[in-house]
């Protein structure tokens, strides 16, 4: 019960049990109830490197707590297990910025590269989503200061990937503005930052402009999101979808301080979040109201003037 330890590894990253099954009863395919799983460093000397990646690190794992331990992956930096998935960063040999992400759905014993369809340097990953069999992954194609990255998708293995959605707003920690609606399948809501390739070209960095999309086939087509024709008190918006094709509903996601999108399994169809009707996405706390949808996102109407806590 704690009161006598042992040493197992020094010089240690990230370290997980085996995972287990969904409700918790049995161990995954593959692995034993003493299976540990670990990132640790080479070489063991001067002060552990912490949060870079590193071709001195690799992925180790151990059935026996430690004992024996053998390479599952060299250069492997971060692993993530979600449902049937085991994701792996691993590190290029010749340029540490690097990193490719390696997928097994057969409890580690294969690792293949997941494909993206474009050869761009792959700097940083977040796995969006995995619940419906597939993968939402976003990938930071820039350097960590971008705010943006691109959305794809993947076949039932988790390996080959095609573009959904570009410029997907991000922020320094990895967090998406990228939110599945609980109790339904294929809606999701994301934001995208609209002058990202303006703020490229001219080297210049705008405060970022974002517009917010929904989708109800699982990242195959994107749209705006139709706004509601008056306020609460039955006022009209600054802009009418009817007059302008570019007015729509814009909401905060999880990448700034508002209140974020949000729906339950227990309330089918039912979501709140605060944003505001306009060109994009306001921050002005006089523009910023709360917002709800009683079918999944297909319509909206405003609950309260202001932005409220939900």
């Not at 704690?2 to 085996?18: D, K, N, P």
């Not at 995954?28 to 990646?53: C, D, I, R």
């Not at 690190?57 to 599952?72: E, F, P, V």
């Not at 706004?227 to 999880?254: E, I, N, Q, W």
């Amino acid at each position: 019960l704690g009161r006598t330890w042992r040493l197992v590894s020094r010089y240690v990253a990230q370290f997980e049990w085996a995972p287990a099954t969904a409700d918790g009863a049995a161990l995954k395919e593959g692995f034993q109830k003493e299976t540990l799983l670990m990132v640790a460093y080479e070489h063991q000397t001067g002060n552990q490197p912490f949060g870079v990646w590193s071709n001195k690190a690799s992925m180790i794992r151990s059935d026996d707590l430690g004992k024996t331990k053998y390479t599952l992956l060299p250069r492997g930096n971060r692993f993530l297990f979600l449902e049937k998935f085991l994701f792996v960063a691993v590190v290029n040999l010749h340029h540490e910025t690097q990193v490719n992400l390696y997928v097994s759905s057969e409890g580690g014993r294969i690792f293949n590269k997941a494909r993206l369809p474009f050869q761009l340097t792959e700097h940083s990953y977040t796995i969006l989503d995995t619940s419906e069999g597939s993968v939402f992954l976003h990938v930071n194609h820039g350097d960590f200061h971008t705010g943006y990255g691109n959305i794809y998708l993947s076949d039932a293995e988790g390996l080959r990937f095609s573009l959904s959605l570009r410029n997907n707003k991000r922020d320094a920690q990895g967090r998406c503005d990228f939110e599945k609606l609980q109790g339904i399948e294929g809606i999701y809501i994301t934001n995208e930052q609209i002058n990202a390739e303006a703020d490229l070209e001219g080297g210049r960095h705008e405060k970022p402009r974002l517009r917010t999309k929904i989708t109800f086939d699982k990242g195959g087509k994107w749209q705006t999101l139709k706004p509601p024709l008056t306020t609460d008190k039955g006022r009209d918006f600054p802009c009418r979808a009817d007059d302008d094709p570019a007015c729509s509903l814009h909401l905060h996601g999880v990448t700034d301080s508002w209140g974020p999108f949000y729906s339950s399994k227990n309330a089918v169809g039912i979501v709140m979040a605060t944003g505001n009707v306009g060109h994009h996405l306001s921050s002005k706390e006089d523009e910023v109201h709360t917002f709800f949808s009683r079918d999944a996102g297909l319509t909206w109407q405003m609950a309260r003037r202001g932005s409220h806590i939900y």
